[in-house]
C-alpha cells in the first residue's frame, strides 16, 4: 500500500468514526441515526453534503438566531399582556361551558407559546372564489399596514392586479410589507421582479436567502394575510392564478383558508414580525400594530389558538396538536391533505383512532401537482391505515390542496401543514385551531360534500399493481423526511 493510500484510509477511517460520535451524539431516533450513518459511510462527501443541507435539526441554527429570537419575546411580551393575562381565567370559563378541551389548549399554549384569544369573528371560506374578493376588500380599506407573506407568490394576471392595489395603497401612505420563500417563488420571483415591487412602494424580501445554505431545506411554507393587525387570513391558499383557473393539468383547485378578525388577528401580526425580523433585521414590535389586543369585534366568540412550528422549534408543535386531536377523538376523525407522508407517531395515533372505533376518514388529492414523489411514496403508508380501519378518500374533482383536521364536530384545525414529515419537521408552517362546534360542523359539512368526488382507495387493488411499480413507491418512502 501506497503512502497516498494510506493516508487515505486512515482520513476515512476517522473521518467516519468522527461523524459516527457526532451523530450518536445528537440523540435523535434510532432508525435516523442509523440511517445517517450508513449514508456517510456509503458516500462519505456526498452524504456530508446532504446532511449539511438537508439533515441538521434546530441546533444548526447560529448563536445570534437564538438571540434574536429572545429579542423578539422581549419586545411581543408587553404588547400582549392584555391577552396573556387572561389565559388561566378563560379556559376554567370555557371549560364551565362544556366547549373547552383543556389538555389540548394547554399542549398549544405550552409547546408554541400560543395565547388562547376568546373574541373573534371567524369565517371559513373554501377556494379562491371566496378568499381572494374578500382579501383584496380588506385590503383596499387598509389605513395603516398590510403584511403579507406566502409560499409561492406568483407572476401572472392576476397577482398583477393584486400589485396594483398593493402599490395604490402604498402611495396613499399604507406600509406595505410582503414576505415570499424564494424556493416555493423561484419560478415566478427574481431580483427584477423585486425591484419592481419595491419602486411602487411594497417591501419585499425572501424569507430565507438562498445564499444561507446550512439552512437551505427548511422552508418558510405558511400563507398569511394581516390587514391594520385587526383582521387576518390563513390557510392552504398561496397568491396566484392556479387558485382560480386550476393551474396546469387540473380544471380547478379545492383550498381551505380563515379569515380571522379580532384577537387572534394580533397573533397572526406577530408571527409575521417575527419572519420579518429574522429577514430583513426590522424590529416592528410596536403597540400600534396591535390594536385588536384593545378592540373586540361585536360579534366575536371563536376562541382560537394560533400555533407554529420550524426546524428551530423546541417542540413539534403541529405534529404534537394532531396526535393529540386524532387520539382525543371519541366519535371521528376527518382530515384532508394533498398528501399523505406521516411520521410513526401520527401514523399510530390514526391507526389506533381506527381500531377503538373512531371513524376515521382521510382524503388526499387522486392526482398530484407537479412532483409525484410524495404520492408514490405516500402509497406505501396507505395499506397498513386500510387494514386498521381508516377510510382514504381520493379527490378526483380537481387538486386538492386544503391542509384540515376536525374532531367530534367540535374542535378543527386549519393551516399550511400537510400531513408529511417535511411539514411537520423541516418547513415553517402555522395552523388556527378553533374551538368551535359550529365552525367545526361546517368544515364536516364541506368535507361530507367533497366526499362525492372522492373515490376511495383499495387496498387490494394496490397489493395487485406491477410490483416494479410498488417497488418504485418503496424506493420513493426512503426520501420521505425531504419530500
Known sequence: MSHIDAILTVSLTLYALAMT?????????????????????????????????FGRDRKAFSKQRRLL??????????????????????????????ISHKKLMMLVR??????????????????????????????????????????IWGADPFTEDLKEILSGKARAGVEVRLLYDPIGSQAHVGRTYVKNMVAKGIRMAPTSPLYRLHTISYRNHRKITVVDGAIGYIGGMNIGQEHISGGVGFDSWRDTQLRIVGQGAALL????MVDWYNAVKENLFFAAYFPTTATEPADGDVPVQILTSGPDSQWAAIRQLYSCMIVSAQRHVFIQSPFFIPDPTIAEALMSAALSGVDVKLMLSARPSGNRLPDWAGNTYLADLVAAGVRVFLYQKGYLHAKTISIDSEICSIGSTNIDIRSFSIN?????????????GELEQDFER????????DAAEYEKRNPAVRFRDSVARLFSPLL
Open 110 to 151: 405550552r409547546n408554541s407559546h400560543s395565547a388562547l384569544t376568546k373574541h373573534n369573528h371567524v369565517d371559513i371560506q373554501q377556494d379562491a372564489a371566496e378568499f381572494y374578493p374578500h382579501m383584496m376588500r380588506d385590503i383596499e380599506s387598509a389605513r395603516h399596514s398590510i403584511h403579507l407573506q406566502y409560499f
Open 21 to 53: 460520535v457526532f451523530l450518536i451524539s445528537e440523540n435523535r431516533r434510532p432508525q435516523a441515526t442509523l440511517a445517517w450513518i450508513l449514508v456517510f459511510f456509503l458516500a462519505p462527501v456526498i452524504g456530508g453534503l446532504v446532511y449539511i443541507f
Open 269 to 272: 401580526q406577530a408571527v409575521f
Open 450 to 457: 367533497d366526499l362525492a368526488h372522492c373515490t376511495q382507495f
Open 69 to 98: 429570537r429572545q429579542d423578539i419575546e422581549a419586545n411581543a411580551l408587553p404588547l400582549l399582556a392584555p391577552l396573556l393575562s387572561r389565559q388561566d381565567a378563560e379556559i376554567a370559563r370555557l371549560e364551565s361551558e362544556s
Open 428 to 440: 415553517y408552517e402555522i395552523n388556527a385551531v378553533l374551538y368551535s362546534k359550529r365552525l367545526a
